[in-house]
């Protein structure tokens, strides 16, 4: 049964589609996220509103369904399948039910049924994200998910990492135009690199686009250089805040170094470029287990007590 939109009787369809939990289901329709909304309540935290955006008509191009389930013509339910541009070796997968309808086994249905629509797709890899210890963990592992990354963000204290001599260090703190093609490449290797347990087809053009333009929020962005001899001002980390002001409140900063460094010259320049950033105000970074150097660094200042896990995130996959 498809989802795609290509007529009257494929819609009639599939609104008198039933599930086994009595549940009907259609697909998504216009209006369907404020009805949602209202028998979901706000979201708990980032990553559920970035999640639930996911939740989109059904398209081709870029390949994804979604489908809504009502309980006496009122939404409860909702599922998705998307496949991204910039991961697409998996389909990413989402689902969120009304409270008074949870244990009912509505998510499982709602993706089973979607998996079944995906056998058209070349793709037959899925992949979701929670937040640990919740019953969306226990669900995916449940249904033959296993995890395949952490995340978790890191809130650095202030003065937390004593700072660099720089001109002894031959090193250089310089501010750089995020619409930069050096740091445009720079961000674009490194995203490609940390990457490889979810493949990534990262470009310049996507790095401006998801990660550097002001509609990200990015509002500017430091690199720290080396200015030894013979190092050809090289950039050995980067870092892009997306807030605009420095305040008492934790700065979203996106941390990255160059690629082409040795591991523990990688973990030292975070350091350095880390402690620079949080001299004078506390600064957030997400850390995912692929970013080793930055997470010895992060890890060892939690075990201080100098910096806080204000949130762990989990990614789960499963073949077809």
Known sequence: MSFSHDGATRAEEVSCLTLESGLTVRPWEDGDDLALLEVWGDPDNAMHHQDRSLLRPSSDKPWSRTVVAEDHGVPVAAATLLRSSLHPDRLSFYAEVAPEHRRRGVAVE???LLQSEAENCQVQSLKARCASRTAAQCFLKDNGFHKIQA????????????MPDLETDQLDLEDIATGSVELSSLVTEFYNTIHTWDRSEMTVGKAQQLLLAPETGASGAVVLRDRAPGAKDRILAFAVSYTPERSEDPADVLLGW???????????????????????????????????????????????GQADSDFEAMIYARDF
């Open 110 to 112: 709602l993706l089973n």
């Open 258 to 304: 160059n690629p082409a460094l040795e591991d523990d010259e990688a973990e030292a320049a975070s350091q350095i470029l880390l402690a620079l950033l949080s001299a004078r105000y506390p600064v957030t970074v997400e850390v995912d287990d692929a970013m080793a150097p930055l997470k010895r660094v992060t890890s060892r200042l939690i075990d201080e």
């Open 151 to 162: 995340s978790r963000r890191v809130v650095v204290r202030p003065g937390a990492l004593p």
